[in-house]
């Protein structure tokens, strides 16, 4: 990234953004990270970060073999909103960041915070379907599969 807040490559950059930053915007981060590999720059973001990461969210992506257990629920910054070429919100409504002249998608996805695993994985499987998109829309052709049982 440049002093300036631009980005410093070619590469789409992509911030996910929700309310606690514990659970859709982090399993959004991390199938753009599986999927995308250096292809692409992800980062994501709370407008309220909540104290740990959702631990059924981090088990639903487990599932599958991606691991979020070492991420942390962290507020958006004004440098990184600026740096990203798009702004994925899901539920943060009016406290989300707007910059003109950035691309924003909301994405109507329900909240995992309280639910069971099998609810989760529904929220899980949505959300990766929504980044498969957007990867596609980027250009950006996925490094890697999922291997379900």
């Known amino acids: 990234m440049n002093t300036d807040g631009s980005a410093t490559d070619a590469k789409p950059a992509v911030l996910f953004l929700c309310v ?21 720059i ?13 631990p059924v969210a981090v088990q639903a992506m487990g599932e599958l ?3 979020i257990s070492g991420e942390f629920p962290k507020p958006w910054t004004d440098e990184v909103v600026r740096s990203a070429d798009v702004v994925i919100t899901m539920g943060c409504g009016d406290s989300c960041p ?7 998608d ?10 069971g695993i099998e609810h989760v994985r529904g929220i899980r499987d949505e959300i990766e379907q929504r980044v498969l998109t957007l990867l ?3 250009g ?6 999922i291997t379900r049982e």
């Open 65 to 67: 073999g991606i691991d």
């Open 98 to 104: 707007f910059y003109p002249g950035k691309r924003y």
């Open 42 to 54: 992800g980062w994501s973001g709370g407008s309220a970060p909540a104290a740990a990461i959702n």
């Open 106 to 115: 909301d994405w109507k996805v329900t909240d995992p915070k309280g639910g």
């Open 20 to 40: 606690e930053n514990a659970g859709r915007s982090q399993m959004a981060l991390g199938f753009f990270a599986h999927y995308a590999g250096d292809q692409a």
């Open 140 to 145: 950006v052709t996925p490094e890697r599969s």
């Open 136 to 138: 596609g829309e980027l």
